[in-house]
């Protein structure tokens, strides 16, 4: 049961990283930017990479 509980967190986490860049693309959008790649799916992409590898070689009790 703690795998899932540490698997939560992780996507919390991948869900707020997405959203804080996807937010951060608007904003320099809005300043005249232009931004060819989604940050907020690189973001939940990268985060939720991580979560995966740190779930995948922990070792079960």
């Known amino acids: 049961m703690e795998g899932l509980g540490r698997f939560l967190k992780w996507t919390a986490a991948a869900v707020a990283a997405g959203l804080v860049l996807q937010g951060l693309k608007l904003y320099l959008?809005?300043?005249?930017?232009?931004?060819?790649f989604e940050l907020g799916m690189l973001g939940f992409v990268v985060v939720y990479a991580l979560a995966l590898i740190s779930l995948l070689s922990t070792k079960p009790k």
């Open 29 to 36: 959008e809005s300043q005249g930017q232009v931004v060819d």
